[in-house]
């Protein structure tokens, strides 16, 4: 079956530009997740939906970004003013329900801010 | 927070079993002990999870000490397609109940021909 896709797989974006990177959930998943890896690093969580309700975002680095899952499936991480720190590869995760550490990510899009 | 120490990086041939080792000291009675991999160019993969008990599946074993301070992820027999950093994660202490991973630096494992 379909697993996590996320587009697009690759992004450049000049300094100040604004990006917006999306996340097509595995159908029926209740829980989403955003996380974002740095070269050599393990990924670092960002925000959470269940639904279409942002419960955490705690993990959102600056008020430029901005993450959104209106209908409860697909959802988009925003990046505004992108500065060269925002470099990095950007993972979605979904699972079938709520509290489940079992998660299921996509290939990430890998952002390039020059 | 249970905090989870690994090795930086292993090395492994083909067609021989792999133990990766973890220690979560501070572990609490009731965190479950979370494996995902990632391979090159990939997300994360779910591996496998536990409590007490050693617990198997297709893709891995994964071996809990009596005293719960330390696990191993056992591979039965590598193939080169088990090349990837490993992941061994607790839940954050008192932390939220929806599931939120936290990845450290994990253990890059190389799978020699």
């Known amino acids: 079956g379909a697993g996590v896709s996320q587009s697009p797989r690759y992004k450049v974006a000049k300094r100040g530009q604004d990006v917006a990177l999306r996340c097509d959930p595995i159908s029926g998943h209740v829980s989403l997740f955003w996380y974002q890896q740095a070269l050599g690093q393990g990924p670092e969580f960002l925000t959470y939906?269940?639904?279409?309700?942002?419960?955490?975002k705690s993990g959102l680095p600056s008020d430029r970004f901005f993450a959104e899952r209106p209908e409860g499936s697909v959802s988009t991480l925003k990046i505004q003013r992108t500065q060269q720190e925002d470099s990095a590869v950007y993972l979605c995760a979904s699972s079938p329900q709520r509290g489940s550490y079992e998660q299921y990510f996509g290939p990430g899009t890998r952002l390039t801010v020059t | 927070d249970a905090k989870t120490t690994q090795p930086n990086s292993m090395e492994s041939n083909e067609e021989e079993p792999v133990h990766l080792p973890c220690n979560h000291s501070?572990?609490?009675?009731?965190?479950?002990i979370h494996w995902y991999r990632q391979l090159p160019s990939q997300g994360p993969e779910y591996v496998i999870h536990?409590?007490?008990s050693n617990v198997n599946n297709r893709m891995a074993s994964l071996a809990i000490a009596e005293d719960r301070k330390s696990s191993t992820l056992i591979l039965h027999r590598a193939t080169l397609r088990d090349a990837a950093v490993y992941y061994c994660i607790l839940p954050l202490a008192g932390g939220t109940s929806y599931g939120k991973l936290t990845f450290g630096q994990g253990t890059i494992l190389t799978v020699h021909p």
């Open positions: 501070t572990i609490s009675g009731t965190d479950y």
């Open positions: 536990g409590l007490t």
């Open positions: 939906f269940q639904n279409e309700a942002q419960l955490d």
